[in-house]
């Protein structure tokens, strides 16, 4: 992804999105589609108890799609090299996160295991984490956003292999639909070492269940 640096915050990765995005509607329009979308389902958004809600439905929105202005790749650009030849496996397990099924745009709440095996560098361990909520937070679809770390973190650190995998439970199935609130879906991607070295991968696996 191409970054002007002075569209960029630096300390948190963040892209300015009104330069990013000059057709992006404004608060004001989020709010009043709230409005509509509260008299459609028959109730009264001028009423008291309602009166705040657009407002504040639109700050939740806000919340949950922060992914969209941070850059994955920059969070991963600091590395550290001074590792005495360290090249094991590093796996970060059980990340919780939060995201939205971009067909219904209901919640998907699930665990993500994070792995890597280094060539000469690695990462802060939080950065793992920060790549997958840069992902999650946006609408997405499970099997995408497990490529989309792998991916980011393959070529960007250019490790020996990457492993990610991922369980969710998405609502649009569990509280809408087909109602299956037990049901969860897990989707993985390997990369290098990890998708071609059977124990590689078998070690990954294990340490991710
Ligand atoms: N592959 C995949 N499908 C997803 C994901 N999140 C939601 N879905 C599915 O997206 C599909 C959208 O199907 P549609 O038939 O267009 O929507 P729908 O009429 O609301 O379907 P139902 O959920 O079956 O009621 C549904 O089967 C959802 O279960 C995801 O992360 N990956
Ligand atoms: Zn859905």
Redesign the pocket.
């Known amino acids: 992804m191409n970054v002007n640096p002075q569209m960029f915050d630096k300390a948190r990765c963040l892209k300015n999105i009104e330069a990013d995005r000059p057709d992006r509607p404004d608060r004001a329009d989020v709010e009043a589609a709230f409005r509509t979308i509260i008299r459609w389902t028959g109730d009264n958004p001028e009423r008291s108890g309602l009166i705040e809600t657009p407002a504040r439905a639109t700050r939740a929105l806000e919340e949950f799609f922060t992914g969209y202005a941070q850059d994955p790749a920059l969070i991963l650009r600091k590395t550290f090299d001074e590792i005495e030849g360290y090249d094991e496996m590093i796996v970060l397990r059980d990340i919780r996160f939060e995201s939205h ?4 745009m209901a919640p ?1 709440l699930g665990r993500a295991w994070v792995g890597y095996v280094p060539s000469g560098r690695v990462v802060g361990i939080s950065k793992l984490a920060r790549v997958v909520e840069a992902y999650a937070k946006r609408l ?5 956003m497990t490529a989309q770390i792998a991916n980011t973190i393959n070529d960007v650190l250019r490790p020996q292999g990457v492993g990610v995998i991922i369980k ?1 439970a ?1 609502q ?2 569990t509280t ?3 109602h299956k609130p037990n049901a969860d ?1 897990v989707t993985s991607r390997m990369l290098g070492c990890v998708r071609d070295n059977p124990l590689t991968r078998q070690e990954f696996m294990s340490l991710a269940v």
């Open positions: 099924c971009e067909h219904h998907i997405q679809i499970q099997e995408k969710a998405h649009c199935m809408r639909g087909v879906l």
